[in-house]
């Protein structure tokens, strides 16, 4: 067998199994998937490892390696830089850090061109090129004129226009932030976007076709998701619902949740010596829940959490607003439940914990029964509860 046949084999073996999934539905789709040669895309790439006593490493895979070819069309997400800068080249051995990009995996991004429901002749605007896998589905079914496609970093960009090159493959390619969507293209009848946002970008809104449909996955700081599917009308408002499935991207680089230093850290538990101490009605481990987690931070979307333990003593988390400084803490009591200090000026366990009451009060609907509306300023998340909307408004 020739490496060619090979390759369309694999090619083949991964339509089939996304058709199998439920996640490629089209001929349309199942064509461009067919065609698309991902391992272009994906010369090197990093393998999750998880070590014990080391947690979470990332080792570098390369074309050298026997098990690369069958790996590039495996329907994984393949990470291909970490903390926005190391890439699989610069990697002796197993790493740690944050991926801040990757070869999403086949059969998400299909599912969402199928959500999307990208029809021919339709022109898409994609945030967050990547490797260039996806644009390069787009180009296959679409044609390159009518996929403009935008990545941040440039470095990645450069590695995405090359292989979309060497695959043949011509889209309009922009280096930048796509939060600002790119007007030279416009109008666009579709807008996906392969990276979350906290708040959906008035400029895609402005530069879309009236009846335009946007997918994109919200996200805040507390590790919440949800993907939203919207319709833009002819006043640059947009509206949809949220899908079902867990689906999480990285956030968009200029809607990353700041770094907090040691320093603000300290004057927060400084901050909690003179705390107002509770029993609290809801425990951390909302934030654990994949719903939960989405409603706290549509009641607080300005916080962060982070769990920490001082000198072998409980796990302790720690709720911060970044905006107002307000500090709270959850710490477990020996019987079961939480203790909840809180101090400064707010109280953002009583707000999480409004919210999540209402949310279980009316059964804890799923992320499905949310909806979204948006006009790039204000944004409104509701679900309908037996006493009418339960909704959340932010700017
Ligand atoms: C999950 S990866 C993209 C996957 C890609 N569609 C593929 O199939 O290979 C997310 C990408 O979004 C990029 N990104 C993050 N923030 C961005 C922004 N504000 N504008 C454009 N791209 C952004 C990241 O650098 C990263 O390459």
New binding site residues.
């Given amino acids: 067998m020739t490496e060619d046949e090979r390759v369309a084999g694999l090619r083949q073996a991964l339509a089939d199994e996304l058709e199998r999934a439920g996640d490629l539905r089209s001929r349309e789709w199942r064509r461009a998937v067919e065609r698309v040669p991902r391992h272009l895309?994906v010369p090197e790439f990093f393998e999750r490892t998880d070590i014990p006593d080391r947690g979470t490493l990332w080792a570098p895979v390369r074309r050298d390696d026997d098990r690369w070819l069958d790996l590039a069309y495996r329907d994984e997400?393949w990470v291909t830089?970490l903390d926005r800068h190391l890439t699989p080249r610069d990697a002796a051995g197993p790493v740690g850090g944050d991926p801040?990009?990757?070869?999403?995996m086949p059969g998400l991004?299909v599912r969402m061109l199928e959500d999307l429901d990208v029809t021919d002749g339709a022109s898409v605007l994609?945030?967050?090129?990547?490797?260039?896998?996806?644009?390069a589905l787009m180009c296959e079914r679409l044609g390159d004129g009518s996929v403009t496609s935008?990545?941040?970093?440039p470095c990645?960009a450069a590695n995405?226009a090359a292989a979309l090159r060497r695959a043949g493959y011509a889209p309009n390619l922009v280096v930048?932030?796509?939060?600002d969507g790119d007007a030279g293209h416009a109008p666009y009848d579709r807008i996906i976007a392969?990276?979350s946002v906290r708040t959906i970008p008035r400029a895609w809104l402005v530069q879309a076709r009236p009846g335009a449909r946007v997918l994109v996955t919200v996200t805040g700081w507390l590790g919440g998701y949800g993907l939203a599917l919207l319709e833009v009308d002819g006043d640059g408002v947009a509206e949809g619902r949220f899908l079902p499935g867990t689906i999480s991207?990285?956030?968009?680089?200029?809607?990353a949740a700041p770094v907090i230093g040691d320093e603000r850290w300290g004057a927060a538990f400084e901050a909690l010596a003179d705390a107002e101490v509770r029993r609290a009605a809801v425990g951390p481990d909302v934030l654990r829940d994949w719903t939960g987690a989405f409603v706290a931070q549509l009641a607080v979307p300005t916080v962060v959490a982070q769990r920490m333990r001082v000198d072998g003593g409980p796990w302790v988390e720690y709720c911060l607003d970044t905006a107002s400084g307000a500090v709270a803490s959850l710490t477990p009591e020996r019987g079961g439940g939480w203790t909840v200090r809180q101090a400064g000026p707010g109280r953002v366990w009583d707000d999480v914990e409004a919210a999540v009451l209402r949310w279980r009060d009316a059964g804890s609907p799923p992320q499905e029964r949310f909806r979204i509306r948006t006009d790039g300023r204000v944004r409104s998340v509701w679900f309908d509860g037996a006493d009418g909307p339960v909704s959340w408004a932010s700017s």
Wanted: hydrophobic content about 30%; glycine content about 14%.
């Fill in positions: 895309f997400t830089q801040t990009s990757s070869s999403t991004v994609e945030i967050g090129t990547g490797t260039g896998y996806s644009t935008i990545e941040v970093d990645i995405a930048g932030d796509g939060l392969t990276c991207f990285m956030v968009a680089r200029p809607q």
